[in-house]
């Protein structure tokens, strides 16, 4: 019940959810002598979560910052723990993998291991829809992973957990928490993924990876509405509401 009420309540607080929702709802309440209010709410919404200064600074400020590699390898991890959630596993044909924008999870685990920092590559995540229980991505990625000829004696998969929580559960039947963990991830779901897997005992070193931010220097265009600033406070709004509903559930 949790898993399905926090997917549905994260799709409705969406930033572009909420602009779409006062702007129709101007249209439906005709009558209703306020009803200017939701075009200006909808329009202020519309500046507000188009503006990539904006989300591009509240967004840094919640992301974790790059770890340090040079700190990394000096040290030696026995895992290597890498969530998923940068597949396409609706696409057809199933004979090829289709990643989008996370895939640099999976780009950085595998360098980190090339490069001896950890011993084993363990992936955690099964299906992450509601609906679906057969769209197991750890084994999309072991596939994957089998086909570029990667030392697939040094990979554990996991393919039942559906979110973070599970993640962090499932990982202690698997490889147990008396060792510290390279936990790869993207840079805005480290905090959230770093509370799971500390909560169940584990010790957690964070390998932030998938920035959509920048660091330059402000620019007029930056004040422009565009899709990337609405994308940017996507990813930030669903960040802020699953920490808080972990949190409220006692998962952090």
Known sequence: MFFILSKTISYLLMPATL??????AFFIFKKWRFRKYLAILGFTFFIIFTNDFLANSFLKAWQTEPANLKSIKSQKFTYGVLLTGMTNTLKEPKDRVYFNQNADRLLQ?????????FDTLYISGGGATALRKDLQESKVLYNYLKSIQFPMEKVIIEDQSRNTVESARFATDFIGNQEQILLITSASHTPRAMGCFEKEGFKVQPYPTVYHTNDEMISPSMFLPSYEALMKWHILFKEWMGYSAYWVAGYL
């Open 109 to 117: 685990a595998i360098m980190l291991h090339q490069q001896g920092i």
């Open 19 to 24: 602009i779409g929702i006062a702007w129709l």
